[in-house]
DNA sequence: CCCGTTAGTGAAACGTGTTTCAATACCGCC
DNA sequence: GGCGGTATTGAAACACGTTTCACTAACGGG
């Protein structure tokens, strides 16, 4: 991403960080970023569209920190809640943030889903490394069990971080949700690897 | 609900069937419900606000058609993919309508949040009543393991649905991904009763 | 160095959600 | 029937996402 697209997307996670979605007015991200308004616009097609570039900046970087220390663990269950934990936390850590970038994700826009697809692919290899106590590149050969039970539990995080987003529940609530899906879901053979 | 604002929930409805969430314009719907913008905004605090209310009309009427027939099966896995795939037909025969109610359940407006949460218990009643093969009113005493499955495979179809309205898979995925869901989650023991 | 093309600018305009307000209609009560 | 209070109306105004446009700056090839 060149320089200005970059800054401007800073920009963007600097008001949303402040004052959530309603906070991030396109006025103020371009005169904020030092851009015409029309120049945000031939990079970013909506306001969505920004916050997805957004959700997938701050995703790299949540990424990295996870993969840098996979949870630990001697079970696959143990292995997944931990990673979910760390996850929930790293992204409620700036709750104003990722309510605007749940927000631009759920919003349903057919224009963004293969944006929206790839994080949750992205997830979606976080838990299959969980789950097999070792990394796994998004893209590369998963099993198919293993990725129908990453699927689903990615599924069940996204909707939780939503009910979270609404205030419907708190941080620890994901959490504990997180952790009773992994424990119905896994099959306790797989438990040693 | 007064003759008046039930006029403009079904006027609502009408206009997002048409043409979904954007075509449900407030003077437009305000007009045609022949009330004036301020009386609208009288009875609803917002466009989310109105969407969920429509939500909740159609939620009643697809409960209603439901608990006439709960699906037959000998197992609780059948049952419990037999209701979603009725419960996904059902919500996806009007896509627009669909899409627009789903957006304004996902727009995470704490304000709306408990209402949101409503409709999700009712469909945790329903599943309820799929794993148990009898009806279960909401609110109702439920077994705490079966709430627990519940609850999940209820996130898994609320993310999952708001995929489908990004058009990020078909109909036919949901019920598959429901499918998978309950196949993961319903432990075996559990298929007689 | 000039030229054509592309990116960027500034400002205005439009659409729609939302708010506001003065004027009016309605309705129960004395 | 008059009165007070509340609901409704009509219209305007505001905020912000989005589009448009005429103008200018930058830049790469001849």
């Known amino acids: 991403m060149e320089e200005r697209a970059q800054r401007i997307v800073d920009t963007a996670i600097e008001l949303a960080e402040r004052g959530g979605f309603e906070a991030v007015r396109l006025r103020d991200v371009a005169a904020d970023a030092g851009v015409a308004l029309g120049t945000l616009y031939r990079r970013f097609r909506s306001k969505e569209d920004l916050l997805i570039a957004a959700l997938e900046a701050e995703t790299a970087s949540l990424e990295e920190r996870i993969r840098a220390r996979l949870p630990r663990g001697s079970t696959a269950l143990e292995r997944v809640s931990g990673f979910f934990e760390v996850a929930t936390r790293g992204i409620c850590r700036r709750p104003n943030l990722a309510r605007a970038c749940i927000r631009a994700a759920a919003s349903g826009d057919p224009e963004l889903a293969q944006r929206v697809a790839g994080f949750q692919h992205r997830v979606e290899a976080l838990v299959v490394s ?17 990725l129908a039970i990453a699927s689903t539990l990615q599924l069940v995080w996204f909707a939780s971080l939503v009910a979270w987003s609404g205030e419907l529940q708190g941080r620890e609530a994901v959490i504990d949700q997180m952790r009773k899906a992994a424990a119905q879901i896994l099959p306790d053979s797989r438990s040693g690897h």
Chains 1, 2 share one sequence.
């Open 130 to 146: 969980a789950l097999r106590g070792r990394p796994v590149r998004v893209g590369a050969d998963i099993d198919e069990a293993d």
